[in-house]
């Protein structure tokens, strides 16, 4: 299948409303989309969001499945998310990810890389990522190295096999975000060597975007390197999961 599961819309920081979002997937011969909006435990839009996106799931049945989602960010290296709880059952997937590192009095800015060791703000990060792979809450983890690059860290510098030894274990999504990573990322290709289950996703945040970044998507879907979630069944067994 044909898929991408991460997008936004204008309800965040999109700039298309989720229609125009859904009408371009369809005319790139996309089969599923999700729009993930990214959320705050302030949003006080998540439910119209999603109840929105309800009535569009049934208005393109016939055209693509659509799904519902939200990003959120992590907050504190207990891997928490700013995200209310309330917000998981309104929607079908909730992306977690790392926008800032935190430490314990705050958030890492980029400037501190003149104050602070690297190893200083890799352990923070590795702490908090651990903690996002343990978090109930998230199915997805959304461009997993992305904000280390704004650091100057290398992948070198990892302990890449505890990394990829942890999502293996956690059993959460990982995703190919092609905005940041590419096949060769080691965390990437260690990742689907372990058989972690990936989706690749584009992190549109505008029509053109996608009409872009779907070429990307396409090209690492037919590479074939990757174990691709089954998303239906995934969400059957999450629900049953739920209820029971």
Request: proline residues 3%; charged residues 25%; hydrophobic residues 40%.
């Amino acid at each position: 299948m044909l898929m991408d599961l991460h997008m936004h819309s204008n309800y965040s920081d999109g700039k298309n409303t989720p229609e125009e979002m859904i009408e371009a997937a369809i005319g790139i011969g996309y089969e599923a989309i999700a729009i993930t909006d990214h959320v705050w435990k302030s949003s006080s839009w998540v439910q119209p969001y999603a109840s929105h996106l309800r009535s569009l799931k049934q208005k393109y049945r016939h055209q693509i499945q659509l799904f519902s989602g939200i990003e959120a960010k992590v907050t504190s290296l207990c891997g928490d998310i700013d995200a209310d709880p309330t917000f998981d059952t309104m929607v079908d997937l909730v992306l977690g990810s790392i926008h800032r590192i935190p430490k314990s009095d705050g958030y890492f800015k980029k400037s501190d890389i003149d104050y602070y060791a690297k190893t200083v703000i890799i352990e923070n990060w590795l702490e908090a990522f651990n903690k996002l792979l343990e978090n109930p809450r998230v199915d997805i983890i959304a461009h997993p190295l992305s904000e280390l690059k704004g650091f100057g860290i290398r992948q070198e510098e990892l302990p890449m096999m505890e990394i990829t030894d942890s999502i293996a274990a956690s059993g959460k999504i990982l995703e190919l975000n092609v905005r940041y990573n590419t096949a060769d990322d080691p965390v990437i290709r260690l990742s689907a060597d372990k058989g972690t289950a990936f989706l690749i996703s584009s992190d549109s945040h505008s029509v053109q975007d996608l009409v872009v970044n779907s070429r990307l998507v396409r090209d690492f879907v037919n590479m074939g390197m990757f174990r691709i979630i089954d998303i239906q069944q995934y969400l059957i067994a999450k629900k049953e999961k739920t209820m029971g």
